[in-house]
Every structure is written in C-alpha cells, then in structure tokens.
C-alpha cells in the first residue's frame, strides 16, 4: 500500500508541475500554452485579436470580385447576389424565382433633371462598390450582414432655377413589382402573387450638418422617383436607403395594431402577433376589415419558399372579444401553434369549456391551431383549471412536440412545487404555470406547477419555456439574496432580483430540477424576465441587472451529483469547490465550475469515470481515475486566497452511454502542504 501511495502521488504532482512548468515555459519564450480544454480561440489570441479576425472574415465573405462588366458580390445572409454594372445594379436569389434592381436615369432639380451618361468610373474596394456619375454625383453599395445598403453622395446642388427639391429618376430591373409605404421612406417590391420579397427601406438623407432632411419615394411609370427637400441645406448631403429580404407586415395593417408584439419561428414559418388588432373575426382567415372588437386581437402566420415569404394565416380566437389581445404572446413548433389572450374574461376552466360566459374578466386563455398541408384551423381552447379573475392566463406561453406550457403571472395560490392546492389564495400575484398534453387531437392538463418558495407578487410565469422534457419559469420578481444554483431560497433581502426554476418530466411525472439565480443577484434585476431553452441549454435574460441588463447561460443537468472523497486545503485555508452539471452521455460536453481557489492560479480538471480514494498524503487524496484528463492548465480569476474561480464546459471523450462521471479539480497552490490544493471528488449519476 505504500508503494501504490507513493506512486500515485508522484503522477499526480509530477503531472501538474510538468504542466506547469511547460505553461511558464511557453509563457516566457512569448508563446502560449497547450491544453485540451474548452474549445478556446488559438493560442496567443487576445479578445481584441479575434474581433479582428471575425471582422476581416466577415468583410472577405461580402467582398465584391471584378467579372466581365463589372463586380459581382455575394451575402450569405441574404442568400443572394448582386451584379454591378456601369448603369446599376441586379439581385439574384440563391433560389431564384426573381431579379431584382435599380438604375438611375437622371437627377437634379424637380422639373430640370437631367440624364445620366455613362460613369466617370467604376470602382470597388473590399465590400463598398462606387459609381462616379460626374464631378457632383456618386452612387455607392456596401454589401453586409444587413443586406446591400445603396445610397449617394450629392457634392453640390445641381444647376437650376427655383426652389424645388431634388430628383432622382430610377427605373426598375427584374421582375417584381414596387409597392410604396404609406410614410414614403421605403419600397416593398413583390412578385407576381403578392408576395414580399425585397424590402428597400431606411430612407435617410443627411447634409453636412448631419441635419436630416425631407425625403420620400414615389411610384413612377417606369419605376421610381426620390425627392429630397435640400431647402437650407449644407452640402455634400448623404442620402442612404439599405435592401434587404422579407420585410413582413399584416395584410390588414392599421395604427396602433402592435403588429409583432410577439414572435416566433419554427423553420420556414413564422408566426407574428397585434394584440391591439380590432377586426370582430373568428377562427382562420375571417374578415379583418370588420373593426368593431377593439384590441381583440390576431396572430399572422408566414411561410418561407426559398426565399419568398408570403402570409398564410390570419388567425383569431374562436370567441373574439373587445380588450381580449389575444396574440399577446404567440408560439410554434412545426405545425402547432399556441396564441395567449390575456384579458379573455371567461370562466371556463380546462380544455374546450364554455367560451360564452364572460364573468371573469382578465382570467385569460390560450388558444391551439394546428396546420394540415396549407390549411390552419383550431384545436384546442385552453383555460386554467383554477380560473379566476384577473390571473392572465396566457400572458406567456410556449410549445415542444405535443406539449404546451401557458403562464399565468397574477395567479394568486399559495401552493408550492407540483400540483398543490390551486385553491388557496394567500399568495396574491405569485404565479402560476400549467402543462398541457396532446393525445391524438385531443389535448389535457397534465401539470399545475409552482415556485419551491412561491410568495406574494413573484410573478412566478411571466416567462416560460419548453424543450422536450424540460420547462423553464421565470419569476422577475422573486426576492431572495441567493447566488448560482440551488442557493438558499428564504432570504428575502433582494426585491426584485428574480429566479428562475427549472422542471423535468418523466413519464408523466413532474419535478422541479434546479432553482437558478444570477451569479451577481441584485435587487430589481428582473433576473427570469426572459427565459429560453433548447436541449440542456437554459438562457436567461435579466434587462434590469446594472442597468445596463444581461443575459446568463445555464446547463440543466441530466443527472444528479453528489460530493465525495477528501479535498486538500491550500493557501489561506481555503478548499477548492467544483460544481458539474450536464448530461452524462455519450456526448459528454460537460459545464465545470472552479472556486475558492488561489487567484491567478492555474488549475486542471482531472475527469474519469470511475470512483477512487488513494492517499497523496498530507490528508489529500486522489477521487478520481482520471481517465479523460487532465484538462488545462485553466487560469483562475481573482486575486489572492480563496478568490480564484473558472467556469466553461468542456467537452470529454465518449463515454459508455448513460455512465458517471467523476472529476476533481487541482489547482497550483504554493500555500498547500503538498504544492498544490485539490477539492472532493464530484460524480454526475443519470436520474
């Protein structure tokens, strides 16, 4: 037993000092270290450095290239490209179906244009093409993430007489046709069905002052007309439109409809809400120029062929009531889509209940449309099985397979966790959110949950969201002072900081997973005001958090952990903890969290899947056979005993399907008995 402990000791140490030694080592000769770690940037690479390098690489991708005739260049994002010639330009989709362009004819003063001959020259330098008309004009594209922004630059007024603005006459390329927004400062150019297909907007025309002046589109006989009111103005002006694909707006467009209130996007569909929408329909496709149901209301549905968007469905509520804004939060997974009506006053409780009696007010619902080839029509009629007044049912809501989860932020129970009592009321505006299932074509409750510490206006479910077998809540206004996961729930000290809770299902059972808080939890963050979740993957959004707002990514753990084994202590008397969290499958990417370490220290991850508990002496002892490690060296944050700390998921071999995990952390600690400082061991078991 001795030589084994003397052994293993001497793997470990030497391990870490000869990483150790090869960091300082590379360090000191200017280079950097090497590890298996986190997918990290290369080696040598500052932040700065790699914002330059994504910059350069965005810039070559939207780069223009001369060909016969002129340039060409490509976006990615729009999935099209654009030929430049000496007269304009031409777009053509990846997809094709369409072409689209502009040419300018002539310019100068209204009523004294006069025609454009052929350019000085054509130019392009990386992504910018110009076009150098004469010794006033110069036309210029810059092709970007945006999509391909168009503009000119007007040296000097143009000789004239009067006092007339300026105009621009352009005639049309391709084979779509251009619709003029009502506010004259963009174009929608559609195809022969209707469709929208390019959006040329943004019209903005500044002088040398950076004054903004007047300006707007018109329809012409041959395409169209730009004016600019220059009255006043100090030249050179700047007049700069951008274009870009699938500009959506609701085929009934009127004021204060708040037409994309909420969104959501599943593939090639698209679903956009107006919750102050009047039309008096109901169900799909009704007649929406019937404004006689003030903020009823609607919910648009758009589908994608290439790159064509076109509106498919006009979706209302089977019981369309004034002030229901039904569409107030909206959600899809490939042919289901869920729509929140928050002040729909029924009293029905369940699925499918009596729609017609309104003596609830602001109770709210959730409505259930699926699609069937093109066609959409409603399925479901969802009501909380403990509807009351004012709880806003549907204020949130969102779908996964054939689950749907609706979120009632003013519901009043003081129940806690899964299914509690829905009846008791001392907990006014804690929250509520309900789980409902599909069957076939019928759908049912499955679950009432609760917050583990639900308390009066929480607001437990103004956000929600569903990936699979997982739910995520928000409650933005939960008030505890814990940090990080699981923390201690009953300090309220911190109003307004927000949690989140997150929820597993199995079977047909539900439990709550993990209570997660902010790293930095503060009061009146709004932490959980938003929430999203794909996979094990969990974003939270906290807008208020330093005022500035931020977001935070957790991992939701598919297993439990536990700890194990002895940790050795290093400077200051400070032991090291480790936190895992993640799915203990054959993927193996895995979240770690280091702290209390020494500051400015490095560390490494030995990672196995087995148990161990060998003595290294001094009282440490080794937790792990580290079969998949050691991962580093890791630089801790901080300074000094007790404050380093490291976080990042690293990714480990395959493992055998569902197995442990075990891992420690060591970290380079010239305080600690034996050089170094270690925590427990930490085993990640599938539930």
Known sequence: ?????????????????????????????????????????????????????????????????????????????????TRFDERGFKVEPDAGG???????????????????????RLRAQGQRVARVWDTLLEEW???????????????????????????????????????????????????????????????????AASRRLPARLERTAEGLRLLVEDRGARYPLRIDPIAQQAYL??????????????????????????????????????NQSSNSATDSGAAYVFVRSGTTWSQQAYLKASNTGSTDHFGYAVAIAGDTVV?????????????????????????????????????WSQQAYLKASNTEFGDYFGWSVSVSGDT?????RYEDSGATGVNGNQSDNSSGSSGAAYVFV???????????????????????ASS????GDTVVIGAPLEASAATGVNGVQSDNSATGSGAAYVFRRNGATWSQLAYLKASNTDSGDYFGYSVSVSGDTVLLGAFHAEQSGAAYVFTVPCGTTASYGTGCAGSGGFLPGLAMSGCATPTGSLRFGIDSGLGGALAWLFVGAAQTSLPMGAGCTLNVSPAFGPFGPLLLSGSGPGNGSFSAVITIPPTSPLGPITAQAFVLDPGAALGFSNSNGVLLTVE
């Open 339 to 375: 729509v929140g009506a928050r002040y729909e006053a029924s009293a029905a409780t369940g699925v499918n209940g009596n729609q017609s009696n309104n003596s609830a007010g602001d109770s709210g619902a959730a409505y259930v449309f699926v699609r069937s080839g093109a066609s």
């Open 438 to 460: 599909q069957s076939g074509t019928t759908w049912s409750q499955q679950a009432y949950l609760k917050a583990s510490n639900t308390g009066a206006a929480d607001q437990f």
């Open 249 to 286: 707006k609701a085929s009934n467009t009127d004021d204060d409809d708040r037409f994309g209130i909420s969104v959501a996007v599943s593939g090639d569909t698209v679903v956009v809400g107006a919750d102050q929408e009047d039309s008096a329909a109901t169900g799909v496709d009704g």
């Open 1 to 81: 037993m001795r030589l084994e402990r003397t052994l293993i000791f001497g793997v470990v140490t030497g391990a870490l000092f000869a990483l150790a030694q090869e960091t300082l080592a590379q360090a000191e000769s200017g280079g950097s270290p090497q590890h298996s770690s986190v997918g990290a940037a290369p080696d040598g690479l500052s932040a700065s450095d790699r914002t330059g390098i994504r910059a350069a690489y965005d810039a070559s991708r939207h780069a223009a290239c001369a060909v016969e005739g002129g340039f060409r260049d490509r976006n990615p994002g729009q999935q099209w490209t």
């Open 98 to 120: 369409w072409t689209w362009g502009l040419e300018l004819k002539s310019y100068g003063v209204a009523g004294q244009e006069r025609g454009v001959d052929a350019p000085a």
């Open 404 to 408: 749907a989860v609706v979120g009632a």
């Open 141 to 207: 594209y810059v092709n970007d993430g945006r999509g391909l922004e168009h503009g000119y630059i007007v040296r000097e007024r143009p000789a004239g007489t009067g006092a007339g603005p300026l105009a621009f006459a352009l005639a049309l390329r391709g084979n779509l046709c251009a619709k003029v927004l009502e506010n004259g400062r963009g174009v929608l150019f559609v195809d022969g069905d209707g469709a929208a297909a390019v959006t040329y907007t943004g019209l903005t025309v500044l002088d």
């Open 464 to 467: 929600v969201a569903v990936s």
